[in-house]
């Protein structure tokens, strides 16, 4: 045997020897939780407790984390939760997934999205418009947020109008919808007392518009009085005695 040989010989033998006290001192790689399992954990989280909109499908992504981030493996199944307590309804929510052993806690963003059918305009509309049957169709659209906040059906168009123009294929948001103006300013209009069976009308002049439903102050032409009642109809505000 040659002394080079001998040499390797030697070094090998002490690969051996020292590979189990390297082992016990803990100086091989710790293992790593997968970035993937705790974004996976996140988006569950919120489609479980979100619901899902009706006809629709509920969209959860959760956002890009760190690339730097290096966590020791969890001995069980990482637990997310939120923050806040409650899940509320947003486009953008932040998540916490924690590891009771070894305790760790991240903090996830997570997207949310909802893919349903949405009444969309089929041409230009200007401001104040009334938007009808024939403005719009449905057509399956992915929007931010839980899709309760975009109409869905005609029957939601009654009484309402654009607070700005829409371009075509605007989907249809009740933040872009205005109630109906019933009774403008100085518009004549009959106002209704009640006292038992007793029912006073006298004449009044609208001070300022109002919606249907709303409360409106009329100036009583008869007494030269301003009084306020609840809109009735187009032409009909009932007050208090």
Request: hydrophobic fraction near 40%.
């Amino acid at each position: 045997m040659t002394h080079r040989q001998r040499k390797l010989d030697c070094l090998g033998l002490a690969a051996l020897l020292l590979a189990p006290a390297a082992f016990a001192q803990g100086t091989l790689p710790q293992a790593q939780q997968e970035v993937e399992s705790i974004r996976a954990s996140a988006a569950a989280f919120v489609r479980e407790r979100l619901q899902t909109p009706d006809s629709g499908v509920l969209h959860a992504q959760a956002g890009v984390l760190d690339s730097r981030l290096r966590l020791p493996a969890c001995s069980q199944a990482p637990k997310a939760f939120s923050p806040t307590g409650d899940i509320r309804v947003a486009t953008r929510l932040t998540i916490g997934v924690r590891c009771e052993q070894p305790a760790w806690t991240v903090y996830v963003p997570v997207n949310v999205e909802s893919e349903l059918s949405v009444l969309v305009t089929t041409r230009a509309l200007p401001r104040n418009a009334a938007v009808t049957a024939q403005d719009v169709e449905l057509r399956k659209r992915r929007v931010p947020g839980i899709a309760t906040g975009y109409l869905t059906s005609v029957d939601q168009l009654a009484g309402r109008h654009l607070r700005n123009a829409a371009a075509p294929g605007t989907a249809l948001g009740v933040d872009l919808l205005s109630p109906d103006i019933l009774i403008r300013r100085g518009q004549r209009v009959t106002l209704v007392a009640t006292a038992g069976s007793l029912e006073v009308r006298a004449q009044g002049e609208a001070v300022a518009d109002a919606q249907p439903d709303g409360r409106i102050r009329v100036l009583n032409l008869n007494s030269r009085r301003i009084v306020e009642g609840q809109v009735e109809s187009r032409d009909s505000v009932r007050i208090s005695l």
